[in-house]
């Protein structure tokens, strides 16, 4: 069965960093593009950043481009969101989702084309 399981997050105050890791299990890793989204107190789910399933190309919402790195490592099935200069507004519970598509040629930045998703790891930002 497709596990995801996010861990890595935590209290940062703001201006520091913190890195989510995603390991996931029961699908062929390395043929799918991964997505990490956030959901903060109030708000909608809102998605945060893609890679290809290579690793190859990235994607960053406006609001994390310049603080935030998706990353992969295809032999460790993993995916990491390095999210440094942290600010209040980053505080949210942050999630790891698996597109539905394998090879898709495109990160989907529409939260209805991921079919899987973990558990989600909170990270708040809090002086």
């Known amino acids: 069965q497709v596990q995801l399981v996010e861990s890595g997050g935590g209290l940062a105050q703001p201006g520091g960093s913190l890195r989510l890791s995603c390991a996931a299990s029961?699908?062929?890793?390395?043929?799918?593009?991964m997505s990490w989204a956030r959901q903060a107190p109030g708000k909608g789910l809102e998605w945060v950043s893609g890679i290809y399933s290579d690793g190859s190309v990235t994607y960053y919402a406006d609001s994390v481009k310049g603080r935030f790195t998706i990353s992969r490592d295809n032999a460790k099935n993993t995916v990491y969101l390095q999210m440094n200069s942290l600010k209040p507004e980053d505080t949210a519970l942050y999630y790891c989702?698996?597109?539905?598509?394998?090879?898709?040629?495109?990160?989907?930045?529409?939260?209805?084309?991921?079919?899987?998703w973990g558990q989600g790891t909170q990270v708040t930002v809090s002086s």
């Open positions: 029961g699908f062929t890793f390395s043929s799918y593009a």
């Open positions: 989702a698996k597109d539905s598509r394998p090879l898709s040629t495109i990160v989907a930045r529409n939260l209805r084309e991921y079919d899987y």
